[in-house]
């Protein structure tokens, strides 16, 4: 595969954009590990080979483990996951396909009983910004493979 946009030298106002939405979900308390996982997802239900990539290398650098890396495309089967991860992995998929879902009551009250409005709207922005991800990306076909995640301090007991 050949890369078709290189955003940074076309127009790096489309990457700097995108990394301001990046900076508030980092900072808008949702759990890292799970705003990682619905990124993953999206990416699957996407098609998304940049994404998955990367967000596949981010959550095992963040310790994720491989048996729920595996699982998650089939997560509705798999006993590895919290409520609140499912209730965000339904979110997700409901918002990700709004065209045939309209995001149904069923969904938002599962959602709504696992976080409480705030985070709904960040969980709502994350999937938001990982579609626009993709899209950016699948469009450009960014080439997979080189992406590597950032190192991290090793964690200390005290």
Not at 30 to 49: D, F, M, P, T, W
Not at 71 to 82: F, M, N, P, R, V
Not at 104 to 122: G, I, M
């Amino acid at each position: 595969m050949e890369a078709r946009i290189d955003f940074m030298k076309a127009a790096r106002g489309v990457y700097e954009s995108m990394l301001g939405l990046e900076k508030y979900l980092h900072q808008c308390g949702l759990e890292e590990l799970l705003l990682h996982l619905i990124k993953l997802r999206v990416s699957q239900i996407n098609g998304c080979v940049y994404c998955i990539d990367m967000h596949w290398k981010d959550l095992r650098a963040l310790g994720e483990s491989e048996q729920r890396l595996y699982g998650l495309d089939a997560w509705e089967e798999s006993s590895y996951y919290t409520e609140r991860e499912r209730a965000a992995f339904e979110w997700a998929e409901a918002v990700t396909n709004v065209r045939e879902t309209h995001v149904p009551n069923s969904v938002h009250e599962k959602a709504r009983a696992q976080f409480n409005e705030k985070e709904l709207a960040d969980l709502t922005l994350a999937v938001a910004a990982i579609n626009a991800w993709n899209r950016l990306s699948i469009a450009a076909r960014t080439v997979p493979g080189t992406y590597q995640p950032q190192k991290r301090a090793a964690k200390t007991s005290a």
